[in-house]
C-alpha cells in the first residue's frame, strides 16, 4: 500500500489529486471540483471552447474528459449554455484551471459548477502527455482520487487497482441511464444572443417523436426552429407506442455506450425503416439505424472528441469540420445493398454518414447541432424536413 509523499504534488493551497490509469501510470495534480473519487473511461477532447457544453452532453456518461486546450474555465458557466438537465462527465482533467471568469454571460465559475454537479476534477496534469499516451495505447480505463483534505495522503496502489477492476463502456447501454423517464414535449428554440434568451417559434408543420438515448438540448431546438412539434420519449419506448402518435417522423439521438447492447432501440428503428416512416439519427442514433440495417458497428482505439474534424461528403467532395464525440463507429466491411456511405472522416477515413437507398432514413456521425462549435453542418437536419414534407404530399 503506497501513500504518496506530498512531494509529488504541485505547489497548491488546494487539496491533492492524482489520476491512475490502469496500466499503473500515475498524474498528479490538484483538485478543483468536486472533493472525492470517480472511476471511469478516460478520452481526450481537442476543442478549444466548450467546456461547459462537453460536461452537460450526456454523451460523456462514463468517461473523464481531458481538455487538450490548456487554459480552461476562463468565461465561466451560465444556465442557458447546458446540453442537459446535469453533467454526465465522470470527471475532468485539464492543464491549467482559471478560477476566475470574465464574460458578460457568465452566472457561475467552473469551479463552483463543478462542485453543485459532483464532478471530480483534477489541473496541473501535463495534458500533452496523457493525450499521447492515449493515442498509442487507446482510451483506458482510470481513477481520480482527491485527497480529504490539503494534508491528507492519497492510496496509489488503489486507485490503480480501481481502474484495472473498472468495467468499462464496452457491451454497456449507457443510453437506459441517461434517457429521461417519461414523455414530454419541447416548445424552446435557438438562443438569441441579442435578447439573451431562447426564442419560442410557434409554427409546428411536423409532428416529430424524439427518441432521448442522451439527447442534447440543441438538437431539440434547431428541430424546433425548423417548424416541428416535439415529443421526446425514453429509449426503450416501444415502436407501437410511438406509431400510435402518428409522428410525420422519428429522431434518434446522440447518446453514451455501445450501440450494440441498445437491442430495444434496433428492434424499434427495424420497425420505423418497415413502415417507411422519415428518420434522422445522430451520433448513437446514426449506430443503432446502422444495426437496423444489417451494418455492424465496431469500438474505436481512442474515438473521436473535438471541434476541428473535416468530414467530407462523399457526393460532392466538399468538406465540413465538425463537432465530434463518440467511441464506436459504423464498420463498412460487410456494407449491404440497401445502405451507401454519404460522408467520411479526413482524419482516418471511418464513416460519419449513412443514407438508406430504399427508405427516406439517414443518419450522421458527427454532431450537427454542436453549440458552440462549427455552425456548417446544419444542413444536414434539412432533408430530414424535406422527407417529411414529401411523405405528407
Known amino acids: 500500500m503506497t501513500h504518496l509523499n506530498q ?20 498524474f498528479y495534480g490538484t ?35 481531458t481538455l487538450t486546450y490548456p487554459h480552461i474555465g476562463n468565461t465561466g458557466t ?12 465522470k470527471g475532468l482533467i485539464v492543464r491549467s484551471f482559471s478560477e476566475q471568469a470574465s ?14 454537479n459532483k464532478v471530480v476534477a483534477i489541473s496541473g496534469v501535463d495534458t500533452r502527455e496523457l493525450t499521447q499516451k492515449l493515442r498509442v495505447a487507446g482510451s483506458m480505463n482510470a481513477c481520480l482520487v482527491v485527497a480529504d483534505d490539503i494534508s491528507g495522503t492519497i492510496d496509489v496502489d488503489l486507485a490503480i487497482a480501481k481502474a484495472q477492476q473498472h468495467a468499462g463502456t464496452s457491451g454497456q447501454d449507457l443510453a437506459k441511464v441517461v434517457t429521461c423517464t417519461e414523455r414530454s414535449e419541447w416548445t424552446q428554440g435557438t438562443f438569441d444572443l441579442s435578447l439573451n434568451q431562447h426564442s419560442n417559434p410557434e409554427h409546428n408543420d411536423f409532428h416529430v417523436v424524439c427518441y432521448d438515448f442522451g439527447i442534447k438540448q440543441n438538437i431539440l431546438r434547431i ?14 419506448t416501444p415502436a407501437k407506442e410511438v ?21 430495444y432501440a434496433i428492434a424499434a428503428c427495424r420497425e420505423f425503416l418497415d413502415v417507411g416512416l422519415p428518420l434522422f439519427g445522430i451520433c448513437l442514433g446514426h449506430q443503432i439505424m446502422a444495426l437496423a440495417s444489417d451494418l455492424p458497428t465496431m469500438k474505436m ?35 449491404p445493398d440497401h445502405v451507401e456511405v454519404t460522408h467520411r472522416s479526413l482524419f482516418d477515413g471511418s464513416v460519419q454518414g449513412i443514407r438508406r437507398t430504399d427508405k427516406p432514413a439517414y443518419g450522421f456521425q458527427g454532431h450537427p447541432e454542436a453549440s458552440p462549435g462549427p455552425h456548417e453542418a446544419k444542413k444536414l437536419f434539412i432533408p430530414f424536413i424535406q422527407n417529411m414534407q414529401q411523405a405528407k404530399g
Open 31 to 65: 483538485s478543483v471540483g468536486y472533493q472525492g473519487e470517480s472511476v471511469g473511461e478516460v478520452v481526450f477532447n481537442t476543442a478549444l471552447t466548450g467546456y461547459q457544453e462537453i460536461l452537460s452532453d450526456p454523451s460523456y456518461a462514463g468517461q473523464m474528459v
Open 7 to 26: 512531494f509529488l504534488f504541485p505547489s497548491s493551497d488546494q487539496p491533492k489529486a492524482l489520476l491512475a490509469l490502469e496500466d499503473g501510470s500515475v
Open 103 to 116: 464574460n458578460w454571460r457568465n452566472e457561475e465559475s467552473l469551479g463552483d459548477y463543478l462542485v453543485r
Open 301 to 335: 482505439k481512442f474515438g473521436h472528441h473535438g471541434a476541428n474534424h473535416p468530414v467530407e461528403d462523399c457526393a460532392n467532395k466538399t468538406v465540413m469540420i465538425t463537432s465530434q464525440n463518440h467511441n464506436y463507429a459504423v464498420d463498412e466491411a460487410a456494407l
Open 78 to 89: 451560465n444556465a442557458a449554455d447546458d446540453e442537459s438537465t446535469s453533467v454526465h462527465a
Open 223 to 236: 428541430l424546433k426552429d425548423l417548424g416541428c412539434r416535439l415529443t421526446v420519449v425514453p429509449a426503450n
Open 243 to 263: 406509431l400510435d402518435m402518428n409522428p410525420d417522423g422519428v429522431f434518434l439521438s446522440n447518446g453514451p455506450g455501445d450501440p450494440a447492447a441498445c437491442d
